[in-house]
């Protein structure tokens, strides 16, 4: 195990290798500069020149590259922002990233919280009124985008009741309708999936062993049934998780969070390349590093399952 | 212990043979879900289609007779529109049904490109296995990380101006980024599918009696393996018209007066204490097509897969 | 009948070690706190109740299934008894309601569709019909062990084989974690699992099929129960296999003193195994009798066919094995004639017009549903 987790680290390195490469080469493929982004207010060429001198941008593309990874690997330094004079991009991304991750962590554990005993119920109780409850919550979920939800909830609970504020991130308060709004296609989908595998597992043979022994009703379920349900669940919460850490991107513009989402677009427009490169390496890391989380859970809750 | 012993069973009752696509569609049509599914879809595509030649206003007509006097939106029946009309007067009826056919664009366009890049992939690498098989499925590990909606938007807005870029009122650019970051489970899915089926005895009953590699591919690996590609692509497509209409909703795609469902939501969030249904309307719109699409898919997965019957 | 609603008390009571009926008197040198103790204790119960009753007695058991399509009489109308430490076979056709007859044992027919509609069960006295759901739960896996047809599927593929054999023993001996844990290993190594104690930890995959159904037995054994239901237990596994299962099955049962219900559509198996037998068709027993006179002397058209179907070593090489012809009957529609009488070679008219009962045949405790071999019929 431990020399797989090892290995999958390492696959990080070209991962990351190839996706910043991916990455800067698009940017540089696009018209426009930092300094000249788009053609409308040119500034003075001298101007342009020398600025360009100063961040090493009038070396070749292949150049830029390599110093730009170098100072990575060596000083771990994700290089200046072009835009924002006089700042590094670590400084300028650290606090907007956390809050993107926070919120969609938050969103994710909410998915799973929620989802999974949504799920159990509804195929514990298959057709009588806590299935068709659990089911009309998954439907909300899926028939309504996270950015729906999120100004339906701002609509009922902040304009109508006054229970939550509308917008801004100073304080749990303000993080109840961005993380609900954000989760409830995760719900949705977790739920689904735990019935749907729920009702499988119930029709397994090694249940009706269990039955055989005369274990208690709730013994069967919660030893017998609900670690083998969890499999195919599993599966699908490494992508739910990617999703909702990118996709709070549309909750953030919503509540006006100053997270990542806002940035992120700004700096493509003003062709900012250390912001836009950094912001895309970092999910990049972050969503391998929580797909190998869900891999090693995974091999956790099922037996058979032996990495090598 | 006797050594003789034998098994006592009964023929096989004989079956009228039915075809493995009759049988399903035949389940399909006893899940009531999915047959409502189907016809909203059918539906939404009839709106996409003739929808906008039916209207009496045109997505981007402003209410010329009333500017003078306009005050703001109308309300739903007001003036003779039956959806109300926005701000500038623009008759919403008209509108979504505008963005129905970007949304059902979208789910064509999208799906289309996932199939030409997913299933030859796939296809590949679960036939020729071995180092290219390894080679292709690394590739599909590295698009499967890339933070697929930050690519999008990278996408989308770094060739903005290019003549791309400004194809089909900018929606094309928006189409292919999705599916270019869409095509990883498909590609998958064909390879797995290929692996098992390769191994099967009428595969190398064909091989056996001299079947040339390409036509075992496309005449029996293929096929076989086409209702589960059906299912994950109509599962895909609500995905496809959510990330359009998310994108939409952060200002990137379509360029006015031209607009999909998330940016008529996003116009309409403006209003949304005073005309809800400047919000509301596309908001059901968008969960009609979500909802189909998926129960659709639910249907027929369960019709098409019957060790997976009696799962919904 | 004292007895009998005692049992039942010591049933829903402490399920550790009130397992006696409150007139047997113990001896001070046998403790109800060791396992020796307890068998000797029960083995003493049990001499005094034995001989006045039967293990098992099934009176009229009908068991049906609700489908789209109609009511399936799975099981229709099945009487038999069982001593204590017999073995008794029951064999027939796929689809012909013997496993549904051992779920119905159990009461774990699935609901929905099936249901027991009628009949009466009588397990060691007591009408588990009439118990509560919780007290059916208590007899399961303690007094009564089942073993299933595949033992791929039939175990929990996340546990260790040590907890799923130590889980029921935990539970219904009331042994501590370390207890049963002991108990686990001891069976393991009973049901010829070498190196027991370090396999414990095994996952059900890192075993072979032969080695998950000796697990399977030890599971079911694991509470030393009375009655073992035995479901096709060799069926999936290699025919080299199938031997020592049924070996290892028949030296337990005797260790232990369980009978045991084989059920089986291989008549050489039947045959190797049991004490008596019962041919089941379409939901009824159509012939019972001890083995020898069953396979001597069929009574009923049924199973000579089925004897027939074996292939034989005295016979020439290349000639046909001989099947049925026919199908078994369709279990939606029943009644009104002998069941057999579509695929009946001797078939008259009265087997048309009326459904035969079971009758006593010549030898003792031999019975068949037949009217052509009743005395004075037209079959020799």
Known sequence: MTTYIIRRALWLIPVVFVVSLITFLLMHAAPGTPFQPTSDRPLPPQVVERLEQQFGLNKPIWEQYFNWIGGIILHFDLGPSYRIRGRDVQ??????????????????????????????????????????????????????????????????????????????????????????????????????????????????????TAQSKGLKERTIVSVHMLRNAFIPVVTILGPLLAG?????????????????????????????????????????????VMNLVVDVAYAWIDPRIRYS | MAVQSTTVDAKVAERPPASLYRDAFERLRKNRLAIVGGFIVIFLVLLAIVGPFVTPYG??????????????????????HLFGTDQLGRDLMSRIMDGARISMTVALVVQVTVLLI?????????????????????FTDIVYAFPDLLFIILLTVVFKDTWFGKAVDGLLLVFVAIGIVSWVGVARLVRGQLLSLKETEFVEAARAIGVPDRRIVTRHLLPNSIGPIIVAITLGIPGAILAESLLAFIGIGATPPRASWGTLILDGQIWMSSEPHLLLFPAIAIALALLSFTFLGDGLRDALDPKLKGKQ | MTATDDDRRADTGSPAVAELPEAVELPESISLETEEGRRLASQLADEKTKHARKLLEVRDLKTQFFTKDGVVHAVDGVDFELDYGETLGLVGESGCGKSVTALSLT????????????????FDGVNIM???????????????????????????????????????????????????????????????????????????????GGMRQRVMIAIALACDPMLLLADEPTTALDVTIQAQILELIRSLSDEFGTAVILITHDLGI??????????????????????????????????????????????????RLRTIEGMPPDLLRTGGECRFAPRCPYVRDVCRSAEPELTPRQEELHMARCFGTEPGGWIQ
Not at chain 1, 180 to 197: D, F, K, M, P
Not at chain 1, 264 to 277: E, N, S, T
Not at chain 3, 113 to 121: Q, R, T
């Open chain 1, 91 to 208: 400084e300028i991304i650290g606090d907007n990233v956390w809050r993107s991750v926070q919120l969609g962590g938050m969103a994710f554990a909410l998915a799973v919280i929620v989802g999974i005993p949504l799920g159990v119920i509804a195929a514990l109780r298959q057709n009588k009124w806590p299935d068709y409850a659990a089911t009309f919550v998954s439907v909300i979920g899926i028939a309504t985008p996270s950015f729906v939800l999120a100004v339906l909830l701002v609509l009922i609970f902040s304009i109508g009741l006054h229970w939550f504020p509308t917008s801004g991130w100073k304080g749990p308060e303000y993080w109840v309708l961005p993380t609900v709004a954000l989760s409830g296609y995760g719900i949705a989908q977790v739920g689904r999936y735990t019935r749907a595998s729920m009702l499988e597992v119930t029709r397994r043979d090694y249940v009706r």
């Open chain 1, 244 to 288: 909702l850490v990118t996709g709070s991107f549309v909750v953030e513009s919503v509540f006006a969070i100053p997270g990542i989402g806002r940035f992120f677009v700004d700096a493509i427009f003003q062709r900012d390349y250390g912001i836009i490169m950094a912001t895309t390496l970092l999910y990049a890391v972050l969503i391998a």
């Open chain 2, 59 to 80: 997505y981007d007509q402003l209410a010329t007779n009333q500017v003078r006097e306009f005050r703001g939106p109308l309300n739903p029946g007001q003036g003779g």
């Open chain 2, 118 to 138: 997913g299933v030859p992939l796939g296809a590949a690498a679960g036939w020729f296995g071995g180092r290219i098989d390894n080679l292709l499925m690394r």
């Open chain 3, 107 to 122: 009461r774990l027919v699935p609901d929905p569709p099936g249901k027991i509609v009628s009949g009466e069960i009588i």
């Open chain 3, 130 to 208: 009439k118990l509560s759901n919780e007290e059916m739960r208590l007899l399961r896996g303690k007094r009564i062990g089942f073993i299933f047809q595949d033992p791929m599927t039939s175990l929990n593929p996340t546990l260790t084989i040590g907890f799923q054999i130590a889980e029921s023993a935990r539970l219904h001996l009331g042994l501590s974690n370390r207890a049963a844990d002991d108990r686990a290993v001891e069976l393991l190594s009973k049901v010829g699992i070498p190196r027991a104690r370090d396999r414990m930890k095994d996952y059900p995959h890192q075993f072979s």
């Open chain 3, 270 to 319: 039947a045959a190797g195994m049991c004490h008596r037998v019962n041919v089941m068709y379409a939901g009824q027993i159509v012939e019972t009798g001890l083995v020898d006179d069953l396979f001597e002397n069929p009574r009923m058209p049924y199973a000579w066919g089925l004897l027939d179907s074996l292939p034989r070593l005295d016979e020439e090489r290349g000639s």
